[in-house]
């Protein structure tokens, strides 16, 4: 059975101490000052599209939610933190607050984007409000499984871009940072456009297809390539993928076909040939002209060998003649931009009086200055003849209503928002907790995945004009700049 609870069924219940050091040491603090229980807002968002794209694919949420359901420490976990010491060898946290974590669980309210959602720059994939401590002590952990998952869904889905109509598996747990990282990154792969992983652990935790052909040491255990293709046809005679570059790639085919006959002989098919080093283009070309002369045309190339989106469409531009793509390192590792950069921000606070009050960021770095409220993301499309064309973002304050007349370019100039026949909208942020009560199932891995690859395809084809960013909300917009200005 696949996992429905994610994290928790792999690693442990209580996530409390996945977290820096620092989220404790001002969780005392502010337990100390008394503020620990001030309601907050935080938005968890990124700045920069990575893999040099417009924007990300948002991954993640069900490792979220495992997360935050999971915010509680153990007598063990509190034991372990009474230990620790400051700088003299006296208890860096003191008794009474050290309690307190033991009670603790999540009483706050969550707003998500959900997975599959295409996201830009500085809109929220996560709102967080509740009590300042355990928005606070949320940081860490939520942005570790948030970046990473978006980041390889992201990356995943610009290879299945790529790649078109062909297969894409993911190959990369040997390569992956950690067993726990490949195991994200299987999930994450899955989502953004991979048809099936060689991971048998993502498999059997989150119902991933699992696929495999066979590695050149099968090759080299036996005399020769004949006796090796022939005893893996005999053991896997459903699975008949042969790795034909062991020695020299065409005659490496010219014997897989030999025992693809062998095979046909028994009632059985061989499925592919796998190529792994030397000129993919030329040698998937030659190859696929062997196969169907012989009589195999149904067979498919499966390429690898630290292949990226970039490869993929540089082979497609020399007409490889390759099906299905094996990518491991580049993808699993997200090898031309390792991390997302996502980051968690402060939005607003309440004052004693039980009064909101919105916080900016500041920064000399424009892209650094963060929004202030209580935001949601208002996506625009167009509705007409039965396709849907995306028309833009919007992020607003829900503490200005959630109505919206005008917005805001980055130039200052206002833009009236036109009631239009065809003009849909629909606000990206759904309520995930309520109160600390968890009001959302996800959807399964599979049609996550479908969503992912229809908003990937409907956002890169149909986006508007070069919105690189979302525009804020007229009344947004003014709060910020008058907050800057203070
Ligand atoms: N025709 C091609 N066009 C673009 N990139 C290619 C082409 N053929 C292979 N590649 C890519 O080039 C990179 C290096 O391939 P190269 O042939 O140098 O290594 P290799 O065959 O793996 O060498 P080795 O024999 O050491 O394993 C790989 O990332 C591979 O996917
Ligand atoms: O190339 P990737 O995208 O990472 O895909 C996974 C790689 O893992 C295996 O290689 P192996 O570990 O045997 O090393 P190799 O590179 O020498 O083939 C396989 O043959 C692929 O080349
Ligand atoms: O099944 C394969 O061919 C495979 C699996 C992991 C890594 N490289 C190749």
Redesign the pocket.
């Known amino acids: 059975m696949p996992a429905t609870s994610h994290l928790s069924s792999v690693y442990r219940p209580d996530f409390g101490l996945c977290t820096d050091l620092y989220q404790l040491t001002m969780a005392a603090g502010y337990y100390q000052q008394g503020m620990h229980e001030r309601k907050a807002i935080f938005h968890l968002f990124y700045r920069r599209p990575p893999f040099g794209g417009d924007f990300a694919l948002a991954a993640g949420l069900p490792l979220a939610i495992d997360l935050i359901k999971g915010l509680r420490f153990s007598a063990d976990d509190v034991q372990y933190l009474g230990r620790l010491k400051g700088n003299n060898g006296t208890p860096l946290f003191k008794e009474p607050f050290l309690n307190y974590l033991q009670r603790l669980k999540f009483t706050g309210t969550v707003h998500a984007v959900p997975e599959g959602e295409i996201v830009l720059p500085h809109e929220p994939l996560l709102r967080i409000e509740g009590t300042l401590i355990e928005c606070q002590l949320l940081e860490t952990a939520l942005l570790t499984v948030m970046n990473f998952s978006t980041l390889i869904a992201t990356k995943a889905a610009r290879v299945k871009a790529a790649a078109g109509e062909d297969t894409v598996i993911e190959f990369g747990l040997r390569r992956a940072q950690g067993i726990d990282g490949g195991l994200t990154a299987s999930r994450a792969a899955y989502i953004g456009g991979c048809a099936a992983t060689s991971n048998v652990w993502a498999g059997r935790y989150y119902g991933i297809p699992v696929k495999g052909t066979h590695a050149h040491s099968w090759v080299m255990s036996f005399p020769d390539e004949e006796a090796a293709f022939s005893a893996y046809a005999e053991a896997m005679p459903d699975n008949g993928i042969f790795l034909v570059?062991t020695y020299d790639t065409l005659e490496g085919v010219a014997k897989a076909i030999e025992t693809g006959k062998e095979l046909r002989r028994k009632g059985h098919e061989m499925l592919g040939i796998r190529l792994?080093?030397?000129?993919?283009?030329?040698?998937s070309i030659a190859a696929r002209e062997l196969l169907d002369k012989a009589g195999f045309p149904n067979v498919k190339i499966i390429?690898?060998?630290?292949?990226?989106e970039h490869?993929i469409l540089?082979?497609k531009e020399?007409n490889?003649r390759i099906d299905t793509w094996g990518i491991g390192t580049?993808l699993v590792t997200a090898n031309d931009q390792p991390a997302l950069g996502g980051v968690y921000k402060l939005a607003a606070i309440q004052n004693e009086k039980g009064e909101w009050e919105p916080k900016i960021k500041r920064s000399d770095t424009l892209a650094k200055v963060s929004n202030p409220g209580k935001l949601n993301v208002r996506s625009f499309h167009f509705m007409e003849r039965g396709t849907s064309t995306p028309h833009g973002r919007v992020l607003y304050n829900e503490f200005d209503g959630t109505d919206m007349k005008s917005y805001t370019l980055e130039n200052g100039e206002k833009v009236a928002l036109h009631q239009h026949d065809a003009m849909r909208e629909t606000d990206l942020l759904v309520p995930v907790f309520v109160e600390g009560v968890l009001n959302y199932a996800p959807p399964t891995l599979q049609s996550t995945r479908a969503s992912a690859l229809k908003n990937w395809r409907w956002w890169s084809d149909g986006k508007e004009g070069n919105q690189s960013t979302a525009y804020l909300e007229s009344r947004l917009y003014d709060l910020k700049q008058s907050m800057l200005a203070e």
């Open positions: 570059d792994d080093s030397g000129d993919l283009a030329k040698l390429a690898s060998n630290d292949i990226d490869t540089s082979l020399q490889a580049k």
